[in-house]
């Protein structure tokens, strides 16, 4: 008896212990929570409606007046624009041979229901998802834009390697630009480790390297913010280079989406397969000059939403130079120095294949046009192709006879006999 109620005792101290934290760990581990569960009831708002869709996502229909967005103090009275002020005009998209592509506009949860109108559709964040992230700041916004000290110019274009980051992109530069589109070819990449993510996308941007700002949008690949390797359609910004400013999607306050049908975050579908039918998607960002929001369109017709000007400073008034391409994020990368005590990451950019394999097997983005303040879509006058690891990802401007436009290429494997 005596015995049982020593190691009654001794359990009732143990428990006191870890009530009380030892060596704070399971405080620390209590705050975690609590923070977790804050951004949780910040980031999903009461929704009209949820709806489950089969690939484990939910998606859930919110007041267009509550969503995120509105939490941002610069926001608060905020009157939303529920549509553009004008409709941009273009010229003839070219199609190349008997060469296409299927653009996409679906996307998984819509086989399983959609929003009412006067709702906006909004990924739901799960308290793994958070959990799961370094830090509650790397769950919702990229690692901060860090250039190496040492940077080279080649063809009047500065690029500025950044430290973990391997792009090949296609680059214009030397006007004031007010938007920019392209139809990127969507692949699903192998990616390698779960904090490493793959994109192909539509840079717009302002500002020095190291403090610039962007909006950007295309397809990903990021299991650290989605929690899976699907394609997905993702929208990001920053005011800052990512240091404290920016995020994904709808994960906070900033973009305003207006559009009830296409969920930023969601997966898209189908994706091409090589040598087989190829799908895109056709994104176009472009700003109103009265307003300086930026749009985001979809799929040639479907205006998602916008970001407020009032969230940045130069970008507010043009951008001064787009990209166009892929990016691959790991701490494997070594875009300047190759001397490093790991092998190259295996992570795929675009389809996996290097840029001249050319289309039904390199990953392309095509019909490339920009916007200026004639407010007419026009292809760029000047264009430079450029990759921070040549060996490892590619990039390739190609055309095929005087009679069509040039076309861009981008991709490759990672670690190889080229990228060891």
């Excluded at 553009?84 to 299927?102: D, F, I, R």
């Excluded at 980051?165 to 030397?174: E, F, N, P, V, W």
């Excluded at 799908?279 to 930026?294: A, C, F, L, R």
């Excluded at 490339?368 to 390739?396: A, G, N």
């Amino acid at each position: 008896m005596e015995k049982r109620n020593e190691k009654l005792l001794l359990f009732v101290m143990v428990v006191a212990l870890m009530s009380t934290g030892i060596d704070g760990k399971v405080t620390s581990h209590h705050k975690k929570h609590l923070k977790v569960h804050r951004m949780l009831k910040m980031l999903n708002k009461p929704s009209v409606i949820s709806i489950k869709s089969e690939d484990g996502d939910t998606i859930n229909c919110v007041d267009i007046y509550k969503q995120p967005a509105f939490d941002h103090p610069a926001l608060k009275n905020h009157t939303i624009q529920m549509t553009p002020s004008y409709n941009p005009t273009t010229v003839e998209l070219m199609t190349k041979g008997n060469e296409s592509a299927m653009t996409v506009i679906s996307q998984t949860w819509h086989k399983n229901g959609s929003c009412p109108i006067g709702t906006v559709p909004i990924r739901h964040i799960r308290k793994r998802d958070l959990l799961r992230a370094a830090s509650l700041k790397s769950y919702v916004r990229k690692d901060p834009y860090i250039p190496y000290a040492k940077a080279h110019i080649t063809a009047d274009v500065n690029e500025f390697p950044q430290a973990n980051r391997s792009m090949a992109y296609l680059i214009t530069q030397g006007y004031s630009y007010l938007g920019a589109r392209g139809d990127i070819n969507v692949w699903n990449p192998y990616v390698e480790a779960k904090d490493e993510y793959s994109s192909a996308q539509i840079w717009l941007r302002n500002g020095p390297p190291d403090k610039y700002e962007s909006v950007e949008s295309g397809w990903m690949v990021n299991f650290k913010v989605y929690g899976d390797t699907r394609t997905r359609l993702f929208a990001y910004w920053t005011a800052d280079s990512s240091t404290n400013t920016g995020c994904f999607d709808l994960t906070c306050s900033g973009f305003v989406q207006t559009n009830n049908q296409i969920a930023l975050g969601a997966a898209i579908e189908p994706v091409s397969q090589q040598y087989r039918t190829q799908y895109q998607i056709s994104i176009y960002v472009y700003m109103e000059p009265k307003t300086g929001n930026w749009w985001l369109q979809y799929g040639n017709k479907i205006n998602i939403g916008y970001w407020p000007g009032h969230l940045f400073k130069s970008l507010s008034h043009n951008a001064l130079y787009v990209m166009w391409g892929g990016e691959v994020y790991s701490s494997n990368i070594r875009t300047v120095y190759p001397i490093s005590k790991h092998s190259h990451t295996q992570t795929h950019m675009g389809s996996g294949e290097y840029a001249g394999h050319h289309f039904g097997s390199a990953c392309f983005i095509k019909n490339v046009r920009i916007m200026d303040y004639s407010l007419s879509l026009k292809f760029p006058e000047w264009i430079y192709s450029t990759t921070d690891e040549q060996f490892c990802y590619h990039s390739q401007i190609y055309r095929e006879g005087y009679l069509t436009e040039p076309e861009f290429y981008f991709g490759g494997p990672g670690l190889s006999f080229l990228c060891p």
